[in-house]
């Protein structure tokens, strides 16, 4: 299986600021990653998809980036809203495996 | 408006089993994979498996191959998912999920249904 591993569990950040989540592919995955938000209480909603396409509704102030086994989600101008735990999933292979999430908290 | 909506999930003993459904509206239900995936309480996703529109391509997570089983009924717009000889560790929200046209990440998912394995 290949495995994501987001290795920030938290980050803190503040509103205004940029911030970047990362997840690394234990194998190449080319650019089959989708990055997900989930607020508490909430299904997780799919922000980007083919690691920097932006799924539509998505606000431009987020980005994706990477191939290969490299990936980062980025979110410029950091919103109250945001404040939430992010996923990333790769689908290049079966099984279809997602990061263990890294949760975006205020400073 | 897409919507999945997930039911069927409650409180079952060890070794038991349990079957969950979900229904699918404002999409053609027929034309789309279809997979489940599962959270245990402050935990991450798991995926589970996937059913091809027509069924004939089911894909499993191996671990739980052997004790779940993914089907469909586009007559009735409805995902199954049946559990079987389930454990403690099967604890989880069940969410349905629809892939995105021909790509296995997930555009939608439902609100999920709440699995709870106790004697």
């Known amino acids: 299986d290949i495995v994501m591993t987001q290795s920030q569990k938290f980050m803190s950040t503040s509103v205004g600021d940029r911030v970047s989540v990362t997840c690394k592919a234990s194998?190449?995955?080319?650019?089959?990653v989708a990055w997900y938000q989930q607020k508490p209480g909430q299904s997780p909603k799919a922000l980007i998809y083919?690691?920097?396409y932006r799924y539509s509704g998505v606000p431009d102030r987020f980005t994706g980036s990477g191939s290969g086994t490299d990936f980062t989600l980025t979110i410029s101008n950091v919103q109250s809203e945001d404040l939430a735990e992010y996923f990333c999933q790769q689908y290049n292979s079966y099984p279809l495996t997602f990061g263990a999430g890294t949760k975006l908290e205020l400073k | 408006e897409v919507k999945l909506l997930e039911s069927g999930g409650g409180l079952v003993q060890p070794g038991g089993s349990l079957k969950l459904s979900c229904a699918a509206s404002?999409?053609?239900?027929?034309?789309?994979?279809m997979s489940w995936v599962r959270q245990a309480p402050g935990k991450g996703l798991e995926w589970i498996g996937e059913i091809n529109p027509d069924s004939s391509t089911i894909n499993y997570t191996p671990s739980l191959k052997d004790k779940f089983i993914i089907s469909r009924d586009n007559a009735k717009n409805t995902l199954y998912l049946q559990m079987s000889k389930v454990r403690s560790e099967d604890t989880a929200l069940y969410y349905c999920a629809r892939a995105y046209y021909g790509l296995a990440w997930f555009a939608y998912w439902g609100q999920g249904t709440l699995v709870t394995v106790s004697a």
């Open positions: 194998q190449n995955v080319g650019t089959n």
């Open positions: 083919s690691a920097s």
């Open positions: 404002g999409f053609d239900f027929s034309r789309y994979w």
